[in-house]
T-cell receptor, first 111, second 111 residues
Framework: NAGVTQTPKFQVLKTGQSMTLQCAQDMNHNSMYWYRQDPGMGLRLIYYSASEGTTDKGEVPNGYNVSRLNKREFSLRLESAAPSQTSVYFC??????????FGAGTRLSVL | GENVEQHPSTLSVQEGDSAVIKCTYSDSASNYFPWYKQELGKRPQLIIDIRSNVGEKKDQRIAVTLNKTAKHFSLHITETQPEDSAVYFCALEGGSYIPTFGRGTSLIVHP
């Protein structure tokens, strides 16, 4: 039982490059989330998907897109990376009003 | 969406002392209040949670109290140990089903 699996663990991009962060969960959760974590800022919600087939913006969606591929998988795409997107990204899954289970995180640097 | 303020941002204690972290919120519809612990370089993990129909919950050295009238909830750690050193995040969910996290408290327990 792997829980929430995120790939890659580390990534370095140049400004303007694109990339997709992958996330998969095996707990049959309906809801999935993408957060970014910056020093002193806590966990800020980028996008979420309350159920398969739906996605919604969170607190900081600009510069990102998401796809809920199926119930298990929720990907985050940076179309044109900017230095301000240097951060640690966490994927999470849960049931509504339930415990959030986080992936191990992706450390992204944009030069 | 919901708003949550967490204090203090840093807390330094001696081993064996107690530690208290407080979060205040504004949305009276909030009804789920989890606390997460994040060790350095690791993912956040739930340590305790409380729902709006309960005023206090304990799990060994950790307790959470909720005051819905005053709109605040607190994490209490007794007999602190060096392994309690980490960043602690409060969170809440309510009518919008979107989780909101506090900015975190860095707890340092000195041996």
């Amino acid at each position: 039982n792997a829980g929430v699996t995120q790939t890659p663990k580390f990534q370095v991009l140049k400004t303007g490059q694109s990339m997709t962060l992958q996330c998969a969960q095996d707990m049959n959760h309906n809801s999935m989330y993408w957060y970014r974590q910056d020093p002193g800022m806590g966990l800020r919600l980028i996008y979420y998907s309350a159920s398969e087939g739906t996605t919604d913006k969170g607190e900081v969606p600009n510069g990102y897109n998401v796809s809920r591929l199926n119930k298990r998988e929720f990907s985050l795409r940076l179309e044109s990376a900017a230095p301000s997107q240097t951060s640690v990204y966490f994927c999470a899954s849960s049931e509504i009003w339930g415990i959030q289970y986080f992936g191990a995180g992706t450390r992204l640097s944009v030069l | 969406g919901e708003n949550v303020e967490q204090h203090p941002s840093t807390l330094s204690v001696q081993e064996g002392d107690s530690a208290v972290i407080k979060c205040t919120y504004s949305d009276s519809a909030s009804n789920y209040f989890p606390w997460y612990k994040q060790e350095l370089g690791k993912r956040p993990q739930l340590i305790i949670d409380i729902r709006s129909n309960v005023g206090e919950k304990k799990d060994q050295r950790i307790a959470v109290t909720l005051n819905k009238t005053a709109k605040h909830f607190s994490l209490h750690i007794t007999e602190t140990q060096p392994e309690d050193s980490a960043v602690y995040f409060c969170a809440l969910e309510g009518g919008s089903y979107i989780p909101t996290f506090g900015r975190g408290t860095s707890l340092i327990v000195h041996p």
